[in-house]
């Protein structure tokens, strides 16, 4: 298995504009996990989902974030409108039944 | 709600040194898992402890679960520059939802 992807790795937009994040966990995970970070605050939980549904949003920021997880294989993270200070890394993160969890390489985000 | 703090934040040892981080969690947890964050890598799983008072071995590192469930260590011996990063305790609180500490950044020389 290749693992958790993300797509883009980078991403580099105007304040503003909708930024999408990109997720494929690895298969046969049934909890899927949006994570981002910062220097001054570390890895933050922003939303998990298990068996695709929605779980826990608690750590959304604003009505700006949103997460959807269609499929078992799919999941996207959108911010609309994007603001500098969403700039960090966001972290897909998939496990099996409370096992560890594995991490994509993450989207590094740059709102100027 | 459920939180995950870890000492120290930040630590310099020389190679050959041995080094400790403890993780307290606010809140009992059903397991404590261990992970490690290369400097510009993503969080990598390392491993997972379930019973209280466990102790499991991972070559030069030794992870502990306390017996209240709340709290955990992590000690590498004889540390090497491989072993430069940030380690992370987490702990699934409510529903698997997977709280991360706040982090013990290691630094190794020669």
């Known amino acids: 298995d290749a693992g958790v992807i993300q797509s883009p790795r980078h991403e580099v937009t105007e304040m503003g504009q909708e930024v999408t994040l990109r997720c494929k966990p690895i298969s046969g995970h049934n909890s899927l996990f949006w994570y981002r970070q910062t220097m001054m605050r570390g890895l933050e939980l922003l939303i998990y989902f298990n068996n695709n549904v929605p779980i826990d949003d608690s750590g959304m920021p604003e009505d700006r974030f949103s997460a959807k997880m269609p499929n078992a294989s799919f999941s996207t993270l959108k911010i609309q409108p994007s603001e500098p200070r969403d700039s960090a890394v966001y972290f897909c993160?998939?496990?099996?039944?409370?096992?560890?969890?594995?991490f994509g390489q993450g989207t590094r985000l740059t709102v100027v | 709600g459920q939180q995950v703090m870890q000492i120290p934040q930040y630590q310099h040892v020389q190679e050959g040194e041995d080094f400790t981080t403890y993780c307290n969690s606010s809140?009992?947890?059903?397991?404590i898992q261990w992970y490690k964050q290369r400097p510009g890598g993503h969080p990598v799983f390392l491993i997972q402890?379930?019973?209280?008072?466990e102790v499991k071995k991972q070559k030069r590192l030794t992870f502990q679960f306390g017996e209240a469930k709340k709290n955990s260590s992590l000690h590498i011996t004889a540390t090497q520059t491989t072993d430069v990063g940030t380690y992370f305790c987490?702990?699934?609180?409510?529903?698997?939802?997977?709280?991360f500490g706040t982090g013990t950044r290691l630094q190794v020389t020669l």
């Open positions: 809140t009992t947890l059903s397991n």
């Open positions: 987490a702990g699934p609180g409510t529903a698997s939802k997977l709280t």
């Open positions: 993160a998939s496990s099996l039944a409370g096992a560890g969890a594995f």
């Open positions: 402890l379930v019973k209280s008072g």
